[in-house]
C-alpha cells in the first residue's frame, strides 16, 4: 500500500501539531530557570546555524503556519513591535514571517460567500410572471395557480 503526497502532508501537518502540543506540555512541567537556560543554549547554537547557512532555509506550508501562530501569540502577548521580534525570529525576518500571516487571514477571509436566502427564479420564469401580470388582470395568487397548471410551482410571495 502506498501513500500518497495528499496524506503524506496530511500525517505531516497532524504530526507538527501533535508534536508541538506535547513540547508545550513539556514546557509547563520544567522551572523558570530550567526554561531560561535551554532559550539561551538554543540561541547560542542558533547563531552559529546563521553564521554558517548561506540562505534561508526552505519551509514547509505546515512549518511556516505552526512559526506564524506562535509569532503572533508571542507578539499578541509581550506586545512586541517587528523590529523587537527579530531578536525571536531567526531563520527568517520577521517582515516575511507577518506577511505569511497576513496572506493567510486574507485566504481566509476572501473565499466567495453564498448568499442567503433562496436561489434566484430562473429569468424566464420571471419574464413570463412579468408577461402574465401585463396581459392580464391578474393578483398573485391567480398568477400562481396558472403557473401551477404548468408544472412551476411558485408562491404568491415569489411571484409579488
Known amino acids: 500500500m ?4 495528499g496524506e503524506e502532508m496530511v500525517w505531516f501537518c497532524v504530526w507538527q501539531v501533535v508534536s508541538t502540543w506535547f513540547e ?7 522551572t523558570a530557570s530550567d526554561k531560561d537556560l ?16 548561506e540562505r534561508a532555509p ?8 505552526t512559526l ?11 506586545g512586541r513591535t517587528l523590529k523587537a521580534m527579530g531578536e525571536v525570529i531567526r ?15 486574507r485566504r481566509k477571509w476572501t473565499y466567495r460567500h453564498r448568499s442567503p436566502g433562496r436561489p434566484r427564479t430562473d429569468k424566464e420564469i420571471e419574464q413570463l410572471v ?21 408544472g ?6 415569489t411571484v409579488g
Open 152 to 157: 412551476i410551482i411558485l408562491s404568491h410571495e
Open 38 to 53: 535551554e532559550i539561551l543554549l538554543l540561541r547560542r547554537q542558533l547563531a552559529i546555524y546563521e553564521r554558517k547557512q
Open 24 to 30: 508545550l506540555i513539556s514546557l509547563g512541567r520544567k
Open 130 to 150: 412579468l408577461r402574465l401580470a401585463r396581459e392580464n388582470d391578474w393578483g398573485y395568487e391567480r398568477i400562481e395557480g396558472e403557473l401551477l397548471k404548468l
Open 68 to 78: 506564524v501562530v506562535l509569532a503572533t501569540k508571542l507578539k499578541t502577548r509581550t
Open 2 to 5: 502506498t501513500v500518497g503526497r
Open 58 to 65: 526552505h519551509l514547509s506550508r505546515d512549518e511556516k503556519l
Open 91 to 105: 531563520i527568517v525576518k520577521p517582515a516575511t514571517l507577518f506577511r505569511w500571516h497576513w496572506e493567510l487571514v
